[in-house]
């Protein structure tokens, strides 16, 4: 505890602190046997006041012990060292006593004594006995302490002044027990509490110098967190023990405060001075506290801003090695002028993306070097990472600004080309569209030649100068690719700047030719032009004639045959030129077929990667709604597929014939089944589109919209499948127009004619998927071979009841489906909405099996109508269709459908009669038997293996019979009323089953009276025929071709469908002279197959497959009942 002004500030903080407090004594101070007072003697001892206390003598000596040793450690060291004054009072007690207090007080005082003050009884005895006593004890009480008796309280003030004592001995002192006592304990609490402080601070300030920095964010984060916690706690006990030394302080000042007059103790000043040194200490404490907290906190703070760059940073370099690996694979600088702003604009899309990626790192650059700036203790860390980053954002810039120097190249080289190609072709064009006849005349041929040199004055700026200039300029972008197309570029223009000056020499010969002087002799007829307007071959034939001949133009007036011979060497003379032309058009088809094809699949893949991939990114599936999720392969169906196909292989191979453009057909040939995707799609757009209306105000399609930058919306795209498959059909009429006498001309035209069945199998397929109601799988039915509306009525002979059945006045409306096993009647249906919304559907009401099925071609009173019978006519439908040529398509189509049916059943009924006749020989010799000529034909037909159809299978090699004299009667005569044989077949067309052999004739039906017309006679179709099954006779008369058969070998009789024949004579072998009254041609042609492709010339054909309980199958003549009766009937057969 503190003694004295003199010693060290912080000799609180290290002494060893007594063990008596005034806490541990208490009880025994307050009996207040002995107090310190607080006066002082006149050299400045202490003075230790014994008052007057009956029981003295019963205080323990460990209780009297314990307080002479706290109230002598009380006053400072120097004041103690002076030594003790005591007085003793016991003015009240008996000699005895004092001698007793006088000396267990001087045997067990623990420290200095200067002088003893004893105020002796005052009682007259007692008082004599003290001086006696004190007379003959006199030498004991100098041995041990020096004592002077005092007879009164005034003797007192003689040694001690009145001021430094307390009233109940005379003096002035204010003194008061309680509040020293409290005053005590206080001071003491309070010494202690700040001896703890320090040693809780320095204790933590321990812990924080030990603590080792953490490597991560996160633990650095928790441990500033701890460390700043525990700091504001010690903080706050540091407050308290503040506020508790300035209470005690002004405690001890509470006297001051009360009376300024007063002056306090010299105890009560070292208590003031003592706590005023604690408080010092205190303050001191804390502010070291404060100065480490400070520069620890820093540090702390310092490791948590290292710990964020550094996790910031390895983020940083992580994304902009992704984005160094990305820049890296754009290294196509583009195939065409399109690809090549669509890669610049990739390109632009990119650098825009990854801007913010850029951003980030130069900013954490910056933020490195404001950390080094402030001292950062980790500065050759941070260095390093600051020079790295910038470094790479540095290296990525360049990169990216040498793509974009290439690109950009790219692009002015492709603006180049096709600023050349262009000129070529507005150059060919201008060649093509120059009228040769005003050619002719010197006017004429200056006019062309200015307008010639006025086009060539246009290539300063369009065409290609010089083509090592190019290959220097662009140097760093030429690959194999683009090098061979700036050489087929500038190899065009070479080519068209040759046509222009053969032109240009043609023209000028034209033109300063003289022009001979016409006489006015009218000319002769046959010498005028025959038309105003020749060919363009005639048109170019004539720049080498002679000018007279545009004074002989006049109108429709046929060309004599001098002139035509000179117009003949005239297109001769120009064969080259025009033949030069036509493969520029050619490649001009060509290069717009693969510009289109080129940007078709870049717009898919943008519309893949900009649509539908970022349906799957997890970036953006917040701004996806409800009715999107899960829904890409809905909204896009088979765009993936169909992205494939022509990316990795239709464009490649297309490609490959940029040099022979007019065998492209080739390339669609090949590849025509993979076309068939594109169904798949169409079928799919219905729910596309409805999706799309459903969700096109979604924020995804906006924001997606806005990252390609995009005019039109994704709908727009979507339908780029379905206008790319209906090009196509468009380009190849341009290619087969300028390749007609070209190699590839016939693939040209099978390549259109599959694109058109596709497109019409698409258009199929639509109504298809459309109806409803139907039961069935309608893939069962086979192929949907056509399909469209009529007006139809029902006129049933059997089995129906229903009134509304027996007949039709009113026609029905009728969408037909025509099948290879069925033909289905469906109701259309107007749906009411927009788009695909708007499309019908069709409502099912019923089929017929083909199998069952007949046609009459012509019902009298309408060329539109035609009927199609049931189950031998128990059922009748009369079709109407809006035009005769539609009309004419599906009939066509019906008898294809029956023929083959008919062909399956006669190819199974002749497979089953060899199979019976391998163990049988053949008759040696030929004849006209119809039975043994089948016979023949069925070996001949097994031994070849050939179509059915076709008349080049039937051809012996044998020698061919000679053929009939010219009017020469047929040798066999039909009857006059035509019979009908019914050939039972399997109802099921391709079965294998044997022919019945039963027949059941029936009366030929009625005419339809009702539906007939003045103009056109009635036609009566015979349901069924009589006889037995045997080989079918060809009666001679004049037939219409039904088939085209134009395989026919050297000496076998080739016929297209329409042509009219003759059937002239029956011959051996099975075969029928037939003359060709179309071409004029004669020859032999099988019978078995004649019936395949005739029809009795002004009659109405009828072929029926039949699935009746009779298994019937018939190929029959109808006659118009108009005919005269003496032209013969006759029936086809077999």
Same mark, same amino acid.
């Given at each position: 505890?503190?003694?004295?002004?003199?010693?060290?500030?912080?000799?609180?903080?290290?002494?060893?602190?007594?063990?008596?407090?005034?806490?541990?004594?208490?009880?025994?101070?307050?009996?207040?046997?002995?107090?310190?007072?607080?006066?002082?003697?006149?050299?400045?001892?202490?003075?230790?006041?014994?008052?007057?206390?009956?029981?003295?003598?019963?205080?323990?000596?460990?209780?009297?012990?314990?307080?002479?040793?706290?109230?002598?450690?009380?006053?400072?060291?120097?004041?103690?060292?002076?030594?003790?004054?005591?007085?003793?009072?016991?003015?009240?007690?008996?000699?005895?006593?004092?001698?007793?207090?006088?000396?267990?007080?001087?045997?067990?005082?623990?420290?200095?004594?200067?002088?003893?003050?004893?105020?002796?009884?005052?009682?007259?005895?007692?008082?004599?006995?003290?001086?006696?006593?004190?007379?003959?004890?006199?030498?004991?009480?100098?041995?041990?302490?020096?004592?002077?008796?005092?007879?009164?309280?005034?003797?007192?003030?003689?040694?001690?002044?009145?001021?430094?004592?307390?009233?109940?001995?005379?003096?002035? #002192?204010?003194?008061?027990?309680?509040?020293?006592?409290?005053?005590?304990?206080?001071?003491? /609490?309070?010494?202690?509490?700040?001896?703890?402080?320090?040693?809780?601070?320095?204790?933590?300030?321990?812990?924080?110098?030990?603590?080792?920095?953490?490597?991560?964010?996160?633990?650095?984060?928790?441990?500033?967190?701890?460390?700043?916690?525990?700091?504001?706690?010690?903080?706050?006990?540091?407050?308290?023990?503040?506020?508790?030394?300035?209470?005690?302080?002004?405690?001890?000042?509470?006297?001051?405060?009360?009376?300024?007059?007063?002056?306090?103790?010299?105890?009560?000043?070292?208590?003031?001075?003592?706590?005023?040194?604690?408080?010092?200490?205190?303050?001191?404490?804390?502010?070291?506290?404060?100065?480490?907290?400070?520069?620890?906190?820093?540090?702390?703070?310092?490791?948590?801003?290292?710990?964020?760059?550094?996790?910031?940073?390895?983020?940083?370099?992580?994304?902009?090695?992704?984005?160094?690996?990305?820049?890296?694979?754009?290294?196509?600088?583009?195939?065409?002028?399109?690809?090549?702003? =669509?890669?610049?604009?990739?390109?632009?899309?990119?650098?825009?993306? $990854?801007?913010?990626?850029?951003?980030?790192?130069?900013?954490?650059?910056?933020?490195?070097?404001?950390?080094?700036?402030?001292?950062?203790?980790?500065?050759?860390?941070?260095?390093?990472?600051?020079?790295?980053?910038?470094?790479?954002?540095?290296?990525?810039?360049?990169?990216?600004?040498?793509?974009?120097?290439?690109?950009?190249?790219?692009?002015?080289?492709?603006?180049?080309?096709?600023?050349?190609?262009?000129?070529?072709?507005?150059?060919?064009?201008?060649?093509?569209?120059?009228?040769?006849?005003?050619?002719?005349?010197?006017?004429?041929?200056?006019?062309? &030649?200015?307008?010639?040199?006025?086009?060539?004055?246009?290539?300063?700026?369009?065409?290609?100068? @010089?083509?090592?200039?190019?290959?220097?300029?662009?140097?760093?972008?030429?690959?194999?690719?683009?090098?061979?197309?700036?050489?087929?570029?500038?190899?065009?223009?070479?080519?068209?700047?040759?046509?222009?000056?053969?032109?240009?020499?043609?023209?000028?010969?034209?033109?300063?030719?003289?022009?001979?002087?016409?006489?006015?002799?009218?000319?002769?007829?046959?010498?005028?032009?025959?038309?105003?307007?020749?060919?363009?071959?005639?048109?170019?034939?004539?720049?080498?004639?002679? $000018?007279?001949?545009?004074?002989?133009?006049?109108?429709?007036?046929?060309?004599?045959?001098?002139?035509?011979?000179?117009?003949?060497?005239?297109?001769?003379?120009?064969?080259?030129?025009?033949?030069?032309?036509?493969?520029?058009?050619?490649?001009?088809?060509?290069?717009?077929?693969?510009?289109?094809?080129?940007?078709?699949?870049?717009?898919?893949?943008?519309?893949?990667?900009?649509?539908?991939?970022?349906?799957?990114?997890?970036?953006?599936?917040?701004?996806?709604?409800?009715?999107?999720?899960?829904?890409?392969?809905?909204?896009?169906?088979?765009?993936?597929?169909?992205?494939?196909?022509?990316?990795?292989?239709?464009?490649?191979?297309?490609?490959?014939?940029?040099?022979?453009?007019?065998?492209?057909?080739?390339?669609?040939?090949?590849?025509?089944?993979?076309?068939?995707?594109?169904?798949?799609?169409?079928?799919?757009?219905?729910?596309?589109?409805?999706?799309?209306?459903?969700?096109?105000?979604?924020?995804?399609?906006?924001?997606?919209?806005?990252?390609?930058?995009?005019?039109?919306?994704?709908? $727009?795209?979507?339908?780029?499948?379905?206008?790319?498959?209906?090009?196509?059909?468009? &380009?190849?009429?341009?290619?087969?127009?300028?390749?007609?006498?070209?190699?590839?001309?016939?693939?040209?035209?099978?390549?259109?004619?599959?694109?058109?069945?596709?497109?019409?199998?698409?258009?199929?397929?639509?109504?298809?998927?459309?109806?409803?109601?139907?039961?069935?799988?309608?893939?069962?039915?086979?192929?949907?071979?056509?399909? /469209?509306?009529?007006?139809?009525?029902?006129?049933?002979?059997?089995?129906?009841?229903?009134?509304?059945?027996?007949?039709?006045?009113?026609?029905?409306?009728?969408?037909?489906?025509?099948?290879?096993?069925?033909?289905?009647?469906?109701?259309?249906?107007? @749906?009411?909405?927009?788009?695909?919304?708007?499309?019908?559907?069709?409502?099912?009401?019923?089929?017929?099996?083909?199998?069952?099925?007949?046609?009459?071609?012509?019902?009298?009173?309408?060329?539109?109508?035609?009927?199609?019978?049931?189950?031998?006519?128990?059922?009748?439908?009369?079709?109407?269709?809006?035009?005769?040529?539609?009309?004419?398509?599906?009939?066509?189509?019906?008898?294809?459908?029956?023929?083959?049916?008919?062909?399956?059943?006669?190819?199974?009924?002749?497979?089953?009669?060899?199979?019976?006749?391998?163990?049988?020989?053949?008759?040696?010799?030929?004849?006209?038997?119809?039975?043994?000529?089948?016979?023949?034909?069925?070996?001949?037909?097994?031994?070849?293996?050939?179509?059915?159809?076709?008349?080049?299978?039937?051809?012996?090699?044998?020698?061919?019979?000679?053929?009939?004299?010219?009017?020469?009667?047929?040798?066999?005569?039909?009857?006059?009323?035509?019979?009908?044989?019914?050939?039972?077949?399997?109802?099921?067309?391709?079965?294998?089953?044997?022919?019945?052999?039963?027949? =059941?004739?029936?009366?030929?039906?009625?005419?339809?009276?009702?539906?007939?017309?003045?103009?056109?006679?009635?036609?009566?179709?015979?349901?069924?025929?009589?006889?037995?099954?045997?080989?079918?006779?060809?009666?001679?008369?004049?037939?219409?071709?039904?088939?085209?058969?134009?395989?026919?070998?050297?000496?076998? #009789?080739?016929?297209?469908?329409?042509?009219?024949?003759?059937?002239?004579?029956?011959?051996? @072998?099975?075969?029928?002279?037939?003359?060709? #009254?179309?071409?004029?041609?004669?020859?032999?042609?099988?019978?078995?197959?004649?019936?395949?492709? &005739?029809?009795?010339?002004?009659?109405?054909?009828?072929?029926?497959?039949?699935?009746?309980?009779?298994?019937?199958?018939?190929?029959?003549?109808?006659?118009?009942?108009?005919?005269?009766?003496?032209?013969? &009937?006759?029936?086809?057969?077999?």
């Amino acid at each position: 505890m503190p003694r004295g002004g003199d010693r060290p500030r912080d000799e609180i903080m290290h002494q060893d602190i007594t063990p008596l407090c005034a806490a541990d004594i208490q009880d025994q101070l307050k009996k207040r046997f002995a107090y310190l007072s607080g006066g002082r003697g006149q050299d400045g001892s202490p003075v230790i006041t014994f008052p007057d206390y009956p029981a003295f003598s019963d205080v323990p000596d460990k209780e009297f012990q314990n307080v002479m040793t706290y109230l002598t450690s009380i006053p400072s060291l120097q004041d103690a060292g002076i030594g003790f004054i005591l007085v003793i009072d016991r003015r009240q007690d008996k000699w005895t006593s004092v001698k007793a207090s006088v000396l267990r007080i001087a045997a067990s005082f623990p420290a200095n004594l200067q002088l003893v003050l004893v105020l002796r009884p005052t009682g007259f005895l007692q008082r004599t006995l003290s001086d006696l006593a004190f007379k003959f004890n006199r030498d004991d009480f100098k041995m041990k302490v020096p004592v002077i008796m005092l007879s009164s309280v005034p003797e007192l003030h003689g040694y001690i002044d009145k001021s430094q004592l307390t009233e109940d001995l005379g003096g002035t #002192l204010d003194y008061c027990h309680t509040r020293w006592l409290c005053h005590r304990t206080a001071i003491e /609490g309070f010494a202690l509490m700040v001896k703890q402080t320090a040693q809780m601070l320095q204790s933590f300030g321990t812990e924080l110098a030990e603590t080792e920095l953490p490597n991560d964010v996160q633990s650095t984060s928790s441990v500033l967190c701890a460390h700043t916690e525990k700091k504001v706690k010690a903080k706050e006990d540091m407050r308290l023990a503040l506020d508790e030394g300035q209470s005690i302080l002004e405690s001890i000042r509470e006297p001051l405060a009360k009376s300024p007059e007063q002056s306090l103790n010299q105890d009560q000043l070292d208590n003031q001075t003592t706590v005023q040194r604690l408080l010092a200490q205190l303050n001191e404490t804390e502010a070291a506290f404060d100065e480490f907290w400070a520069k620890h906190q820093q540090k702390l703070e310092q490791c948590l801003q290292l710990r964020h760059f550094e996790q910031d940073f390895r983020e940083v370099k992580a994304s902009l090695d992704a984005l160094a690996q990305k820049i890296a694979t754009f290294t196509d600088v583009g195939n065409s002028l399109a690809h090549a702003e =669509h890669l610049l604009k990739d390109l632009t899309s990119f650098e825009e993306k $990854s801007s913010a990626a850029v951003e980030r790192a130069r900013a954490l650059s910056l933020e490195g070097e404001q950390l080094i700036d402030n001292k950062h203790y980790a500065v050759d860390s941070i260095r390093p990472k600051c020079h790295e980053l910038q470094h790479l954002c540095d290296q990525f810039t360049a990169e990216v600004g040498q793509r974009r120097g290439l690109l950009n190249k790219s692009l002015e080289l492709h603006s180049l080309l096709e600023a050349s190609m262009k000129w070529c072709d507005e150059g060919i064009y201008l060649l093509a569209s120059q009228p040769v006849d005003k050619c002719q005349s010197q006017d004429g041929a200056e006019a062309a &030649l200015q307008e010639i040199e006025k086009f060539l004055e246009t290539g300063a700026e369009n065409k290609i100068q @010089e083509l090592n200039k190019i290959y220097q300029d662009y140097e760093p972008i030429l690959t194999q690719d683009l090098l061979e197309h700036v050489q087929k570029v500038f190899q065009k223009q070479e080519s068209m700047e040759e046509m222009f000056h053969r032109r240009q020499a043609s023209l000028k010969k034209l033109a300063a030719k003289q022009t001979r002087p016409v006489q006015p002799v009218a000319p002769r007829p046959e010498a005028l032009t025959k038309s105003p307007c020749p060919s363009p071959g005639v048109r170019r034939g004539s720049e080498n004639s002679s $000018s007279d001949g545009s004074a002989l133009r006049r109108g429709p007036y046929r060309r004599a045959k001098s002139e035509m011979s000179e117009g003949r060497q005239g297109r001769s003379s120009s064969t080259g030129e025009e033949e030069e032309s036509l493969a520029i058009l050619r490649r001009h088809v060509m290069n717009e077929l693969l510009d289109t094809e080129r940007v078709y699949v870049e717009e898919l893949l943008c519309v893949l990667e900009g649509y539908a991939a970022e349906m799957d990114n997890p970036l953006m599936t917040h701004l996806l709604t409800a009715g999107l999720q899960n829904k890409k392969d809905v909204l896009f169906g088979n765009m993936e597929e169909i992205y494939h196909f022509h990316n990795r292989i239709f464009l490649r191979e297309l490609e490959n014939y940029i040099d022979c453009p007019e065998l492209v057909g080739r390339c669609f040939l090949e590849r025509m089944e993979e076309f068939q995707i594109y169904e798949k799609y169409c079928q799919n757009k219905p729910r596309s589109e409805s999706l799309w209306r459903q969700c096109s105000d979604c924020p995804f399609f906006q924001e997606c919209q806005k990252k390609l930058d995009h005019k039109l919306s994704l709908d $727009s795209y979507l339908l780029k499948p379905v206008q790319r498959i209906t090009k196509y059909q468009l &380009l190849l009429k341009e290619m087969l127009k300028y390749s007609k006498n070209c190699e590839g001309a016939e693939d040209l035209q099978e390549a259109l004619s599959s694109i058109l069945g596709i497109l019409k199998a698409v258009n199929d397929s639509m109504h298809l998927i459309a109806i409803t109601g139907y039961d069935g799988n309608l893939s069962d039915l086979g192929k949907l071979l056509m399909q /469209g509306s009529f007006s139809v009525w029902t006129d049933h002979k059997k089995g129906h009841t229903k009134v509304k059945d027996l007949a039709r006045f009113k026609p029905m409306q009728r969408h037909l489906f025509l099948h290879e096993k069925a033909v289905l009647f469906c109701k259309k249906r107007e @749906e009411n909405g927009e788009g695909y919304e708007k499309a019908p559907s069709y409502s099912y009401k019923q089929s017929l099996n083909m199998t069952a099925v007949g046609i009459t071609e012509n019902v009298k009173g309408d060329a539109k109508k035609f009927e199609i019978w049931y189950n031998a006519r128990e059922e009748v439908y009369i079709i109407q269709a809006p035009t005769p040529e539609i009309k004419a398509a599906w009939v066509n189509e019906i008898r294809k459908v029956l023929t083959s049916q008919l062909q399956a059943c006669r190819e199974a009924s002749q497979h089953r009669a060899l199979e019976q006749s391998q163990s049988l020989p053949l008759p040696a010799s030929s004849n006209t038997s119809p039975s043994k000529g089948n016979t023949r034909n069925i070996k001949k037909l097994e031994e070849r293996k050939t179509d059915p159809l076709s008349l080049e299978g039937y051809v012996s090699s044998t020698t061919l019979p000679k053929p009939p004299e010219k009017g020469k009667a047929s040798p066999t005569s039909p009857d006059k009323k035509a019979k009908r044989h019914e050939v039972k077949s399997d109802p099921t067309p391709f079965g294998l089953r044997g022919w019945s052999k039963t027949s =059941h004739p029936l009366e030929a039906p009625e005419d339809n009276d009702g539906w007939s017309s003045a103009e056109e006679p009635i036609n009566s179709s015979d349901a069924e025929e009589e006889g037995g099954v045997g080989p079918r006779k060809l009666a001679p008369g004049k037939y219409t071709i039904v088939v085209d058969d134009e395989k026919g070998g050297p000496n076998t #009789l080739a016929v297209r469908s329409g042509d009219m024949v003759e059937v002239v004579q029956e011959g051996d @072998e099975g075969l029928w002279y037939v003359r060709n #009254l179309t071409s004029s041609k004669e020859g032999w042609v099988p019978a078995s197959s004649l019936s395949m492709l &005739l029809s009795k010339s002004s009659s109405a054909q009828c072929l029926s497959s039949s699935e009746s309980s009779t298994g019937s199958a018939l190929l029959s003549n109808s006659s118009s009942c108009s005919e005269s009766c003496g032209g013969p &009937l006759s029936d086809l057969q077999g």
